[in-house]
């Protein structure tokens, strides 16, 4: 499975929303599971899924679906 998939299905799968819904809009709070504890879950399936650990001011950064794909960057993984 390839890192877009991955990351893609952890959103997907931490709440419960569509592929479809996946865009460059999504952001922290823009739909009711994305709220804190929605957040620290897809965090940790993150962390889990790509084998990385994410810093505190990453994990407050990762306010979007576009920012979670360049903080992943930063970690030396390539996403989409």
């Given at each position: 499975?390839?890192?877009?998939?991955?990351y893609d299905?952890?959103?997907v799968?931490?709440?419960?929303?569509n592929?479809?819904?996946l865009?460059?809009?999504?952001?922290?709070?823009s739909?009711?599971?994305?709220?804190?504890?929605g957040h620290?879950?897809?965090?940790?399936?993150l962390e889990?899924?790509?084998?990385?650990?994410?810093?505190?001011d990453?994990?407050?950064?990762?306010?979007s679906?576009?920012?979670g794909?360049?903080?992943?960057?930063?970690h030396?993984?390539k996403i989409?």
């Amino acid at each position: 499975m390839e890192n877009k998939e991955k990351y893609d299905k952890v959103f997907v799968e931490s709440f419960g929303i569509n592929y479809n819904d996946l865009t460059e809009e999504l952001q922290y709070n823009s739909i009711p599971a994305w709220d804190s504890v929605g957040h620290m879950s897809m965090i940790a399936e993150l962390e889990d899924k790509f084998e990385i650990m994410l810093e505190m001011d990453e994990i407050i950064d990762f306010s979007s679906y576009t920012k979670g794909k360049e903080i992943l960057e930063i970690h030396g993984l390539k996403i989409g």
